[in-house]
């Protein structure tokens, strides 16, 4: 039942149910709202698409801020301006707010029963290498805690003022997205063969020959490489230029071999198995997936071969790794995950409930370990909750039909299994796909919620067996209501 809640529009009648499902804000559907043109809607959503497109290109910083937070920012300004002043509206799931509510918990215990200072001193500490960043100044609890609410809160919310302006979002935020790792991905190999030398000109050059494209760290890339891989497959079995969503792949592919990310490469397949299961169209997927395995093996594997002699052992680090100067080996990077771990739960079993304060959030490279460390049972209640909702969304999406919703649970599971091995979990990457599980179940809702008002059942509803675009469902949805839609 507070699935069903999660986002639904306040309507008064059929004809402002279709007014909002069509992304209208004008003013004739709510008594005194503002008349915002019809253009800042679509500057809304395309301002949210660049943030996707953006997001995971964290080498790139301006005066100290990224380009996509940009355009989040103005996303976010203009679409609550739009809610107060307008007639946008939509409710946010309630778990979104749990691990926003841990946060204060946990901030607040500390702030008035704070940990002794000398309780640091002994900790095993390693120093996280994300070039570009000055490790002297850290931030403190608050200040992490501010931008990771950023994360958790903010950006699902813009996605679903997006959605709600434009229920084809959540397709476009997921290819958006898609196409900005293929290119940190391409960036990576091209850098990787010498070609060129962005990470250089960027302050991100590691020791190694791991690549980080445009990424801040090399198993960053790989990260998102994996949890786009879903969205590939998944444009292999709806698009009509499937050699696109092919060509993104092989990228993909080449992104996690350049990372050197062990975790992300034995992701890697599974993701794209588990993707090809989900798929309505399995024969097709299967045929173009085969070209691809054969394109990509060919291409990164033969290619980086020849143009970079040696370069797939130093890459491939599984088992006792290399042992140059200098480069870090799998077994010393082992022993130091292994001593992070210990530490890590150390902390929880010396402060149980709150942690030792969310400055050290990043620090244990498990993020469970890390949830535990730095908040405690409080924190980690919190994303528990998080993460519940956010796969039940993906799960009631699929349910009704969504096609992306199966997409995206995989893209969310990936996440978690590789978090078991890396500290990816304050970056703001990560949520857009927590909010475009929300935005689709809210869609979904606001659909039923008209075929309740007028009395019909839209075809995208019927029970055929077959799962339909969420552009399509909502072009049924306008037929049935009688709305036009709006103008394109």
């Given at each position: 039942m507070q699935q069903r809640k999660a986002l639904r529009c306040r309507v008064g009648g059929p004809g402002r149910m279709a007014s909002l499902t069509a992304g209208r804000v004008t003013r004739g559907n709510v008594p005194g709202a503002v008349a915002f043109p019809p253009w800042l809607a679509k500057a809304v959503v395309g301002s949210f698409l660049v943030a996707s497109f953006t997001a995971t290109?964290?080498?790139?910083?301006?005066?100290?801020?990224?380009?996509?937070?940009?355009?989040?920012?103005f996303t976010f300004v203009v679409a609550a301006a739009m809610a107060v002043f307008g007639n946008l509206r939509f409710r946010i799931p309630r778990w979104l707010w749990a691990p926003a509510v841990s946060l204060l918990v946990c901030s607040t215990a500390l702030t008035y029963r704070p940990i002794p200072a000398a309780s640091f001193a002994v900790r095993y500490e390693h120093t996280l290498q994300s070039a570009g960043v000055d490790v002297s100044s850290t931030p403190g609890s608050i200040v992490k805690s501010a931008f990771w609410i950023i994360a958790l809160v903010v950006v699902p919310i813009a996605a679903l003022a997006a959605t709600a302006l434009e229920p084809?979002?959540?397709?476009?935020?997921?290819?958006?997205?898609?196409?900005?790792?293929?290119?940190?991905?391409?960036i990576a190999l091209t850098d990787l063969?010498?070609?060129?030398?962005?990470?250089?000109?960027?302050?991100?050059?590691?020791?190694?020959?791991?690549?980080?494209?445009?990424?801040?760290?090399?198993?960053?890339?790989?990260?998102?490489?994996?949890?786009?891989?879903?969205?590939?497959?998944?444009?292999?079995?709806?698009?009509?230029?499937?050699?696109?969503?092919?060509?993104?792949?092989?990228?993909?592919?080449?992104?996690?071999?350049?990372?050197?990310?062990?975790?992300?490469?034995?992701?890697?397949?599974?993701?794209?198995?588990?993707?090809?299961?989900?798929?309505?169209?399995?024969?097709k997927v299967v045929g173009w997936l085969a070209v691809t395995l054969v394109a990509s093996f060919l291409g990164v594997v033969t290619v980086l071969g020849q143009l970079v002699p040696g370069i797939l052992d130093k890459l491939f680090r599984f088992g006792a790794g290399i042992t140059l100067p200098g480069v870090s080996t799998s077994a010393s990077s082992d022993e130091e995950r292994s001593q992070l771990f210990a530490q890590a739960w150390s902390d929880f079993e010396d402060h149980p409930f709150f942690g030792i304060g969310i400055k050290h959030i990043n620090e244990a490279h498990n993020i469970y370990l890390q949830i535990v460390s730095a908040g405690g049972s409080v924190l980690l209640v919190g994303m528990l909750v998080y993460w519940f909702g956010t796969i039940q969304s993906c799960r009631v999406a699929k349910r009704d039909g969504e096609v992306l919703g199966a997409y995206l649970m995989i893209s969310v599971v990936a996440w978690?299994?590789?978090?078991?091995?890396?500290?990816?979990?304050?970056?703001?990457?990560?949520?857009?796909?927590?909010?475009?599980?929300?935005?689709?179940?809210?869609?979904?809702?606001?659909?039923?919620?008209?075929?309740?008002?007028t009395g019909s059942v839209t075809p995208a509803r019927l029970s055929t067996g077959q799962s339909r675009p969420l552009w399509a469902r909502h072009a049924a949805l306008r037929r049935d209501t009688g709305a036009a839609g709006p103008q394109r």
């Open positions: 290109w964290g080498g790139i910083h301006l005066g100290g801020i990224q380009p996509a937070d940009v355009f989040l920012l084809r979002a959540p397709e476009w935020i997921a290819a958006s997205f898609l196409a900005g790792v293929c290119v940190s991905s391409l063969t010498k070609l060129t030398h962005f990470a250089r000109s960027l302050d991100y050059q590691f020791d190694s020959d791991r690549q980080t494209g445009l990424s801040d760290h090399p198993n960053t890339l790989g990260l998102v490489c994996v949890i786009a891989t879903p969205f590939a497959v998944h444009l292999i079995s709806e698009s009509r230029r499937r050699w696109l969503p092919c060509a993104a792949l092989v990228l993909l592919g080449g992104g996690v071999v350049a990372s050197g990310s062990r975790g992300a490469q034995l992701a890697l397949p599974v993701a794209v198995l588990a993707a090809v299961f989900a798929s309505p169209h399995k024969k978690l299994a590789i978090g078991a091995v890396e500290n990816q979990l304050t970056d703001r990457f990560l949520y857009y796909m927590v909010g475009c599980a929300a935005a689709i179940v809210a869609v979904n809702r606001v659909e039923a919620s008209a075929d309740r008002l």
